[in-house]
């Protein structure tokens, strides 16, 4: 079984920056994808970038430039640095694992952490 446990979301003015942090807890491994998703108030759930093995990356196209993510394999841990924030970011961000392929969700799902951006 496969938990995933988000940190690092909070309240942010535009321009700023958070960085997300996603710990997982058992068998994922460094082939299999993992990613972010976020999710608006009456919006649905979109992918915002995803990491397969240590350097393979997707990203969604309001995010390129802006948003990174990263990979500790050792640690279990997958990070998104989001910078230049904007409000259209604002959502409850939600870590994924468990795809073997880039971009397509795994069944494992935390349970969100909040980032609004707001002046």
């Known amino acids: 079984q496969v938990q995933l446990v988000e940190s690092g979301g909070g309240l942010v003015q535009p321009g700023g920056s958070l960085r997300l942090s996603c710990q997982a807890s058992?068998?994922?491994?460094?082939?299999?994808?993992m990613g972010w998703y976020r999710q608006a108030p009456g919006k649905q759930r979109e992918l915002v970038a995803a990491?397969?093995?240590?350097?393979?990356?997707n990203y969604a196209d309001s995010v390129k430039g802006r948003f990174t993510i990263s990979r500790d394999n050792a640690k279990n841990t997958v990070y998104l640095q989001m910078n230049s924030l904007k409000p259209e970011d604002t959502a409850v961000y939600y870590c994924?694992?468990?795809?073997?392929?880039?971009?397509?969700?795994?069944?494992?799902w935390g349970k969100g952490t909040l980032v609004t951006v707001s002046s």
């Open positions: 994924n694992a468990g795809s073997l392929i880039l971009g397509r969700p795994g069944n494992y």
């Open positions: 058992g068998s994922i491994f460094s082939n299999h994808a």
């Open positions: 990491i397969i093995g240590g350097s393979i990356t």
